[in-house]
């Protein structure tokens, strides 16, 4: 099941006002992966958004890893 770019838009409009921040964009991760988008804050990837639809309706998943040393705030190299 794939994300449409009109839902892509309406994900995007959503996360925008529910985190208060125009920076967050949400954009195709390619032909071949079409049941995900990407959604990135001012460019910068933050984490997947899968579809999926059970009995006639239908959820958005956002799945963000945290790395370790992200919350050590070291820079990967």
């Not at 099941?1 to 892509?8: D, L």
């Not at 309406?10 to 125009?22: D, R, S, T, V």
Request: net charge negative; aromatic share 6%.
């Amino acid at each position: 099941m794939s994300i449409s770019p009109e839902e892509s838009a309406k994900i995007q409009a959503f996360l925008q006002e529910k985190f208060g921040n125009k920076g967050i964009t949400v954009r195709s991760r390619g032909a071949q992966v079409s049941d995900s988008v990407e959604m990135l804050i001012n460019g910068e990837y933050l984490a997947v958004i899968y579809k999926d639809e059970d009995e006639g309706e239908t959820s958005f998943t956002l799945n963000m890893s945290i790395l370790d040393i992200d919350l050590d705030g070291e820079k990967a190299a």
